[in-house]
């Protein structure tokens, strides 16, 4: 089993969906959560950080972390077509380097 | 700022020659991380780089990866002897020094024959 869990996809919602993408995970030393979008054929770009549990709001990016389930959330409001991508989450232990990384949600926002 | 660069971003190699890729990390980044993407894998770990310290070098598959930082800026990965499962989109990230915030280039992709 992986140490992280991730939905593959795909997801496809029309334009200005809700859109709640999902990750679950087994180490209870994670401490830091991140969430990365990546186009075709770019590299992952950061979208939102976290620190332990709790939210954080960035514009129309929402990430959620709750440390007791061991789950975090990343919902995107007012979805676009440029939203389009796949979605990694990634964790990292406190004392850590590396990142681990979810398998990514491949998300489809249609017009 | 420039962000982390990358090259060559396409190689297609033969089975059994050696190759390298190159990765110029964010300026004042003094940590540096190698990725690997592969279908059906995701992202994994290779090697850190973290000033003058010993890397970390748990994530490299064999023997036949290697990898340098000199001067805490540039880094090149080495594959000897490719083989086909080596192809794969290879990863670079810089961040400050705590390394919560990890930055990536745009990959090298690499395609064995």
């Known amino acids: 089993q992986k140490e992280v869990e991730q939905d593959p996809g795909p997801l496809s919602v029309p334009e200005g969906a809700i859109v709640s993408l999902n990750c679950t995970y087994s180490n209870s030393a994670f401490q830091y959560f991140m969430w990365y979008r990546q186009y075709s054929r770019k590299g992952p770009e950061l979208l939102m950080y976290?620190?332990?549990?709790g939210n954080k709001e960035d514009g129309r990016f929402t990430a959620q972390v709750d440390k007791s389930s061991k789950y975090i959330s990343l919902f995107i409001r007012d979805s676009q077509p440029s939203d389009s991508a796949t979605y990694l989450c990634a964790m990292k232990t406190g004392g850590g380097n590396k990142l681990t990384f979810g398998t990514g949600t491949q998300l489809k926002v249609e017009l | 700022g420039a962000g982390v660069s990358q090259s060559p971003s396409n190689k297609v190699t033969e089975k059994g020659k050696d190759v390298e890729l190159r990765c110029d990390p964010i300026s004042g980044h003094t940590a540096l991380y190698w990725y690997r993407q592969s279908l059906g894998q995701g992202l994994e770990f290779l090697i850190y780089f973290q000033g003058n310290s010993a890397p970390d070098k748990s994530g490299l598959p064999s023997d036949r990866f290697s990898a340098e930082r000199t001067g805490g800026s540039v880094s090149t990965l080495t594959i000897q002897r490719t083989q086909q499962e080596d192809s794969a989109v290879y990863l670079c990230?810089?961040?400050?020094?705590?390394?919560?915030?990890?930055?990536f280039g745009p990959g090298t992709r690499l395609t064995v024959l």
């Open positions: 990230a810089s961040s400050r020094n705590t390394g919560n915030e990890q930055f």
């Open positions: 976290t620190y332990s549990s």
